[in-house]
């Protein structure tokens, strides 16, 4: 499925990031007045939810051109039900967490985008925690394909941090996004380009976590369409209803305009319309330099660019933010979504 806008200079991108609760991960009940075990330990039930997981991910979440996904079980039977299943659509790039962990992360792509770039590092040595990271680049409708102007590319990443149990994984965790924030800075050096980072961040916005991330240009945007995060997108292992997942964007800077940072937001709420639709509109015309002492600050290659946010909503979609939806049983995470318009100038 072609998402893409006939305008010849934008791009349609519809993105889902989804925890998908590991089985290796998640503690049951084994029958009233027994002890708690692994669903992995309970074949008849994984493989169960496994198999509705998928069909999920099918019929509902095919909405998307780009699929990332968190604590996917690197099982083989898991693998193979994925493939056998997205493989058609979807391309499938995956990364196994460090130090013998049996999860990690899966990005499934649309055959229409190609990927220039296939990347993936722990988040330092003594670290599990990873990030993968894609570049790729996206024909336009209506244009003339050996027109490299008429091409856009961008960067898809994907994490999933530690859980702040207390002061210490806190800090850890806050190691890990600064490491990858840094890894994609670098990366972007040269080409300067879009980036979008997606996962289960495990941080509420007032954490130290979410604070870095948005202090290096990166945006919410869910934040930038509900003009709020969700109150809740992951009920915990310790029963609290939290926000922990996001889909960050990145607009790069242009070193050829004047050295101040702009953001222009407009938002557009028609009560005339038949959907009442609010289009929000984020234009970075931007060259602050990076607040990186690694990265060569008068390097700002590449084009122009402007990314609309388009809408960003959780699964279900017709249920709130406000509390947990018991209703959605197959992961202790709500899939967020959020479509994208880049516009290159």
Not at 123 to 135: C, Q
Not at 141 to 149: C, D, G
Not at 193 to 214: A, Q
Not at 223 to 238: A, G
Request: net charge negative.
């Amino acid at each position: 499925k072609n998402k893409m806008s006939s305008h010849p200079t934008s791009l349609n991108l519809n993105i889902v990031t989804f925890n998908t609760l590991a089985p290796c991960y998640y503690v049951i009940q084994n029958g009233k007045g027994k002890k708690k075990v692994k669903e992995y330990q309970i074949p008849d039930l994984y493989k169960s939810r496994m198999k509705k997981m998928v069909s999920f991910i099918v019929n509902e979440l095919d909405v998307a051109d780009i699929i990332c996904l968190q604590e996917f079980w690197f099982n083989e039977e898991n693998i193979n039900l994925y493939e056998e299943s997205l493989s058609e659509e979807y391309n499938l790039y995956y990364k196994k967490r460090s130090y013998g962990k049996e999860d990690g992360l899966l990005i499934c792509t649309r055959k229409h985008l190609k990927i220039i770039d296939e990347r993936s590092s722990s988040a330092f040595l003594t670290s599990s925690r990873v990030m993968l990271y894609l570049t790729i680049e996206a024909e336009l409708n209506n244009v003339n394909n050996e027109n490299e102007n008429n091409k856009i590319q961008f960067i898809i990443a994907t994490t999933h941090l530690t859980f702040p149990h207390g002061y210490c994984s806190k800090n850890t965790q806050y190691n890990e996004i600064k490491s990858f924030i840094n890894m994609l800075q670098k990366k972007n050096k040269e080409k300067n380009l879009p980036i979008f980072f997606t996962g289960d961040f495990n941080s509420e916005n007032k954490s130290i976590t979410y604070k870095h991330v948005t202090s290096n240009y990166f945006k919410s945007s869910y934040n930038i369409i509900n003009q709020k995060e969700p109150k809740v997108t992951h009920l915990n292992h310790l029963k609290q209803s939290v926000c922990a997942d996001y889909i960050f964007f990145y607009t790069p800077f242009n070193k050829n305009l004047d050295r101040e940072y702009h953001i222009n937001k407009e938002h557009y709420n028609n009560d005339d319309s038949d959907d009442n639709k609010k289009e929000n509109i984020l234009n970075f015309n931007c060259c602050k330099k990076y607040n990186n002492d690694d990265i060569d600050n008068d390097v700002n290659n590449g084009d122009k660019y402007s990314i609309i946010v388009e809408d960003s909503y959780l699964f279900p979609n017709d249920s709130d933010d406000l509390e947990w939806c018991d209703d959605f049983t197959l992961s202790d995470h709500r899939p967020l979504f959020s479509s994208f318009t880049i516009t290159k100038f």
